[in-house]
């Protein structure tokens, strides 16, 4: 069936490093891509999105990154903190507008950043 | 910040019970959703409700589940008989727009173990 995945299962940085998380999926019908981030104990917390007909987007301190050729998804951190040490989910809902919250998250990735 | 709340925090109960979890979403939302996370998985779609019904559902959802909007703040997960393998975190979210126009917000989680 259709998913979302993860290249990389963690990641460990030093703080003031930037991160790359990398994500794959295989639904060429995706519409609309998110990343999330989990802390520990914690919901899934939105970090910043990308429609199908962008590539890149911008928010502070990250870059989402959509290459549609090969379906794959990134995530890049400026500067990483410590406090970013989360996993990191990438989600995608499918298109058409027919949906109504079936995101579909990948695996995760665990980002540790070493002070 | 308006959040979203979850009750309880962790449940556990014994195979065949019921149990009902529940959530009081972000107040001016109009689109409601259960997601699951079974430990060291990844989060997987459960169902959505919009306009008091269901508007989408996994074949998660079985026959054993069901949700509930009984007044105005509160959405309810109820899962009649419980199983082993209903273990997981459920986590509740929200949005005021459809999930492909909008971010979902989700609330910190409910963590049911089944014995």
């Known amino acids: 069936g259709e998913s979302v995945g993860l290249h990389l299962p963690t990641l460990s940085v030093q703080e003031g490093d930037n991160s790359i998380i990398n994500c794959a999926y295989s639904n060429s019908a995706s519409d609309y891509f998110i990343w999330y981030k989990q802390e520990s104990g914690k919901g899934p917390q939105f970090i910043i999105d990308?429609?199908?007909?962008?590539d890149k987007r911008q928010g502070q301190r990250v870059t989402v990154l959509l290459n549609k050729t090969v379906k794959h998804l990134s995530l890049q951190i400026a500067a990483t903190q410590p406090g970013d040490s989360a996993v990191y989910f990438c989600a995608e809902i499918a298109a058409g507008g027919t949906s109504y919250g079936k995101l579909t998250f990948g695996q995760g990735t665990i980002l540790t950043v070493h002070p | 910040e308006p959040e979203v709340t979850q009750t309880p925090s962790h449940q556990v109960t014994q195979m065949g019970q019921e149990v009902i979890l529940r959530c009081v979403p972000i107040?001016?939302?109009?689109?409601f959703y259960w997601y699951r996370q079974i430990l060291g998985q990844k989060v997987e779609f459960l169902v959505s409700?919009?306009?008091?019904?269901?508007?989408?559902k996994s074949e998660i959802f079985d026959d054993q589940f069901s949700v509930e909007r009984p007044d105005g703040s509160n959405f309810t997960l109820k899962i009649r008989s419980t199983k082993l393998e209903d273990s997981a975190m459920y986590f509740c979210a929200s949005s005021f727009q459809r999930p492909n126009t909008g971010e979902l917000f989700f609330g910190e989680g409910s963590r049911l173990t089944v014995l």
């Open positions: 107040s001016n939302h109009l689109y």
């Open positions: 409700f919009y306009n008091n019904e269901i508007s989408e």
């Open positions: 990308i429609r199908s007909n962008m």
